[in-house]
T-cell receptor, first 112, second 112 residues
Framework: DAGVIQSPRHEVTEMGQEVTLRCKPI?????LFWYRQTMMRGLELLIY????????DSGMPEDRFSAKMPNASFSTLKIQPSEPRDSAVYFC??????????FGQGTRLTVV | DAKTTQPTSMDCAEGRAANLPCNHS???????VYWYRQIHSQGPQYIIH???NNETNEMASLIITEDRKSSTLILPHATLRDTAVYYC?????????????FGTGTRLKVLA
Protein backbone atom coordinates (compact mmCIF):
# COMPACT_ATOMS: atom_id res chain seq x y z
CA ASP A 1 0.00 0.00 0.00
CA ALA A 2 1.23 3.50 -0.79
CA GLY A 3 0.26 4.81 2.61
CA VAL A 4 -1.83 7.87 3.31
CA ILE A 5 -1.70 10.20 0.33
CA GLN A 6 -2.23 13.93 0.66
CA SER A 7 -2.48 16.52 -2.07
CA PRO A 8 -1.25 19.01 -2.83
CA ARG A 9 2.08 18.86 -0.99
CA HIS A 10 2.39 22.63 -1.10
CA GLU A 11 -0.24 25.29 -1.56
CA VAL A 12 0.21 29.04 -1.73
CA THR A 13 -2.93 31.11 -1.89
CA GLU A 14 -4.06 34.67 -1.34
CA MET A 15 -6.04 35.74 1.64
CA GLY A 16 -9.76 35.35 1.05
CA GLN A 17 -9.45 32.48 -1.38
CA GLU A 18 -10.93 29.04 -0.86
CA VAL A 19 -8.48 26.25 -0.19
CA THR A 20 -9.18 22.52 -0.43
CA LEU A 21 -6.83 19.92 0.96
CA ARG A 22 -7.26 16.29 -0.01
CA CYS A 23 -6.55 12.98 1.65
CA LYS A 24 -6.69 9.37 0.53
CA PRO A 25 -6.50 7.03 3.53
CA ILE A 26 -4.98 3.58 3.52
CA UNK A 27 -7.38 1.09 1.96
CA UNK A 28 -9.47 -0.71 4.57
CA UNK A 29 -8.92 1.84 7.31
CA UNK A 30 -12.08 3.05 9.04
CA UNK A 31 -10.73 6.03 10.98
CA LEU A 32 -9.46 9.25 9.45
CA PHE A 33 -7.88 12.16 11.32
CA TRP A 34 -7.02 15.71 10.26
CA TYR A 35 -4.28 17.56 12.16
CA ARG A 36 -2.73 21.00 11.86
CA GLN A 37 0.84 21.79 12.90
CA THR A 38 2.33 25.20 13.63
CA MET A 39 5.40 26.28 15.55
CA MET A 40 3.28 28.03 18.15
CA ARG A 41 0.62 25.38 18.77
CA GLY A 42 2.28 22.13 17.75
CA LEU A 43 0.15 19.27 16.41
CA GLU A 44 -3.55 19.91 16.90
CA LEU A 45 -6.34 17.47 16.13
CA LEU A 46 -8.99 19.23 14.04
CA ILE A 47 -11.51 16.48 13.36
CA TYR A 48 -11.78 12.75 12.99
CA UNK A 49 -14.13 10.39 11.18
CA UNK A 50 -15.23 6.81 11.73
CA UNK A 51 -16.76 4.99 8.79
CA UNK A 52 -17.05 8.31 6.96
CA UNK A 53 -19.01 9.94 9.81
CA UNK A 54 -17.52 12.88 11.73
CA UNK A 55 -17.12 11.83 15.36
CA UNK A 56 -15.36 14.77 16.97
CA ASP A 57 -14.92 18.17 15.33
CA SER A 58 -14.21 20.09 18.52
CA GLY A 59 -10.76 21.04 17.23
CA MET A 60 -12.02 22.81 14.13
CA PRO A 61 -11.00 26.40 14.79
CA GLU A 62 -14.01 28.20 13.33
CA ASP A 63 -16.76 28.09 10.75
CA ARG A 64 -14.33 28.88 7.96
CA PHE A 65 -13.09 25.29 8.28
CA SER A 66 -15.10 22.32 7.06
CA ALA A 67 -14.27 18.67 6.46
CA LYS A 68 -16.06 15.98 4.55
CA MET A 69 -15.60 12.31 3.87
CA PRO A 70 -17.92 11.34 1.00
CA ASN A 71 -16.58 7.79 0.86
CA ALA A 72 -14.08 5.49 2.52
CA SER A 73 -11.26 6.43 0.19
CA PHE A 74 -11.40 10.22 0.16
CA SER A 75 -11.62 13.18 2.51
CA THR A 76 -11.33 16.94 2.09
CA LEU A 77 -10.54 19.80 4.43
CA LYS A 78 -11.76 23.13 3.14
CA ILE A 79 -10.95 26.63 4.35
CA GLN A 80 -13.15 29.44 3.07
CA PRO A 81 -12.15 32.21 3.22
CA SER A 82 -8.50 31.59 4.02
CA GLU A 83 -6.50 33.91 6.28
CA PRO A 84 -2.74 34.28 6.85
CA ARG A 85 -3.08 32.71 10.31
CA ASP A 86 -4.23 29.49 8.63
CA SER A 87 -0.70 28.99 7.31
CA ALA A 88 0.48 25.66 8.68
CA VAL A 89 1.22 22.07 7.75
CA TYR A 90 -1.93 19.98 7.60
CA PHE A 91 -1.65 16.25 8.18
CA CYS A 92 -4.09 13.48 7.48
CA UNK A 93 -3.85 10.10 9.22
CA UNK A 94 -5.81 6.87 9.06
CA UNK A 95 -6.15 3.73 11.14
CA UNK A 96 -8.11 0.50 11.34
CA UNK A 97 -10.01 0.17 14.58
CA UNK A 98 -7.69 0.22 17.56
CA UNK A 99 -4.56 -0.21 15.44
CA UNK A 100 -1.99 2.63 15.35
CA UNK A 101 -2.62 5.49 12.99
CA UNK A 102 -0.40 6.21 10.00
CA PHE A 103 0.19 9.73 8.80
CA GLY A 104 0.58 11.25 5.37
CA GLN A 105 3.41 13.57 4.40
CA GLY A 106 1.31 16.66 4.93
CA THR A 107 0.27 19.72 2.95
CA ARG A 108 2.18 22.91 3.63
CA LEU A 109 -0.27 25.79 3.28
CA THR A 110 0.87 29.38 2.96
CA VAL A 111 -1.75 32.13 2.87
CA VAL A 112 -0.37 35.49 1.78
CA ASP B 1 -7.08 11.64 27.87
CA ALA B 2 -4.23 11.66 30.37
CA LYS B 3 -1.52 14.24 29.87
CA THR B 4 2.12 13.35 29.42
CA THR B 5 5.31 15.10 30.44
CA GLN B 6 8.53 14.73 28.49
CA PRO B 7 11.89 16.49 28.61
CA THR B 8 12.16 19.21 26.01
CA SER B 9 15.39 17.95 24.50
CA MET B 10 18.06 15.26 24.80
CA ASP B 11 21.35 14.42 23.16
CA CYS B 12 22.69 10.94 22.50
CA ALA B 13 25.96 9.73 21.01
CA GLU B 14 25.70 7.75 17.81
CA GLY B 15 25.77 4.01 18.47
CA ARG B 16 24.68 4.39 22.07
CA ALA B 17 21.23 3.61 23.46
CA ALA B 18 18.82 6.52 23.59
CA ASN B 19 16.46 6.38 26.56
CA LEU B 20 13.52 8.75 26.31
CA PRO B 21 11.38 9.10 29.44
CA CYS B 22 7.72 9.97 29.67
CA ASN B 23 5.61 10.68 32.71
CA HIS B 24 1.90 9.88 32.60
CA SER B 25 0.99 9.83 36.27
CA UNK B 26 -2.76 10.23 35.69
CA UNK B 27 -3.06 7.35 33.23
CA UNK B 28 -6.16 5.21 33.68
CA UNK B 29 -6.61 1.48 33.29
CA UNK B 30 -7.82 1.49 29.69
CA UNK B 31 -5.22 3.88 28.35
CA UNK B 32 -2.35 2.67 26.20
CA VAL B 33 1.00 4.41 25.82
CA TYR B 34 1.98 5.21 22.23
CA TRP B 35 5.21 6.58 20.84
CA TYR B 36 5.52 8.47 17.58
CA ARG B 37 8.38 10.43 16.11
CA GLN B 38 8.57 13.24 13.58
CA ILE B 39 11.68 13.65 11.49
CA HIS B 40 12.12 17.22 10.29
CA SER B 41 8.86 18.22 8.57
CA GLN B 42 7.65 14.73 7.70
CA GLY B 43 4.43 13.22 9.02
CA PRO B 44 4.61 11.59 12.44
CA GLN B 45 5.79 7.99 12.31
CA TYR B 46 4.44 5.28 14.57
CA ILE B 47 7.09 3.54 16.68
CA ILE B 48 5.51 1.32 19.32
CA HIS B 49 2.72 1.08 21.88
CA UNK B 50 1.84 -0.88 25.00
CA UNK B 51 -0.59 -1.25 27.87
CA UNK B 52 1.37 -2.65 30.81
CA ASN B 53 3.84 -5.18 29.55
CA ASN B 54 7.16 -4.25 28.04
CA GLU B 55 7.14 -4.30 24.27
CA THR B 56 9.84 -4.62 21.63
CA ASN B 57 9.80 -4.34 17.87
CA GLU B 58 12.35 -3.76 15.14
CA MET B 59 12.54 -0.07 15.91
CA ALA B 60 12.55 0.20 19.69
CA SER B 61 11.66 -1.13 23.11
CA LEU B 62 9.03 0.25 25.44
CA ILE B 63 9.43 -0.16 29.17
CA ILE B 64 6.36 0.68 31.28
CA THR B 65 6.68 0.85 35.04
CA GLU B 66 4.59 -1.50 37.15
CA ASP B 67 2.35 1.34 38.37
CA ARG B 68 2.08 2.54 34.73
CA LYS B 69 2.78 6.12 35.75
CA SER B 70 5.83 6.41 33.53
CA SER B 71 7.51 4.76 30.59
CA THR B 72 10.77 4.80 28.67
CA LEU B 73 11.33 4.44 24.95
CA ILE B 74 14.65 2.83 24.16
CA LEU B 75 16.40 3.10 20.83
CA PRO B 76 19.12 0.47 21.32
CA HIS B 77 21.73 1.79 18.88
CA ALA B 78 20.92 5.35 17.92
CA THR B 79 21.95 6.58 14.47
CA LEU B 80 22.01 10.07 13.00
CA ARG B 81 18.74 9.24 11.24
CA ASP B 82 17.05 8.89 14.63
CA THR B 83 17.35 12.63 15.19
CA ALA B 84 13.71 13.69 15.51
CA VAL B 85 11.02 14.89 17.88
CA TYR B 86 9.61 11.97 19.88
CA TYR B 87 6.05 12.11 21.17
CA CYS B 88 4.63 10.06 24.02
CA UNK B 89 0.83 9.81 23.87
CA UNK B 90 -1.72 8.09 26.04
CA UNK B 91 -4.85 6.98 24.29
CA UNK B 92 -7.95 5.32 25.64
CA UNK B 93 -9.08 2.25 23.72
CA UNK B 94 -11.55 0.79 23.37
CA UNK B 95 -13.35 3.79 24.84
CA UNK B 96 -14.56 4.95 21.48
CA UNK B 97 -12.58 8.17 21.45
CA UNK B 98 -9.63 6.81 19.44
CA UNK B 99 -8.02 10.22 19.06
CA UNK B 100 -4.34 10.99 19.57
CA UNK B 101 -3.47 14.15 21.48
CA PHE B 102 0.12 15.22 20.86
CA GLY B 103 2.13 17.17 23.43
CA THR B 104 5.34 19.05 22.78
CA GLY B 105 7.55 15.94 22.65
CA THR B 106 11.30 15.47 23.19
CA ARG B 107 13.71 16.75 20.59
CA LEU B 108 16.39 14.05 20.33
CA LYS B 109 19.65 14.94 18.70
CA VAL B 110 22.01 12.09 17.88
CA LEU B 111 25.59 13.29 17.79
CA ALA B 112 28.32 11.86 15.56
Amino acid sequence: DAGVIQSPRHEVTEMGQEVTLRCKPISGHDYLFWYRQTMMRGLELLIYFNNNVPIDDSGMPEDRFSAKMPNASFSTLKIQPSEPRDSAVYFCASSFGQDPAFFGQGTRLTVV
Amino acid sequence: DAKTTQPTSMDCAEGRAANLPCNHSTISGNEYVYWYRQIHSQGPQYIIHGLKNNETNEMASLIITEDRKSSTLILPHATLRDTAVYYCIVRAIPSGTYKYIFGTGTRLKVLA
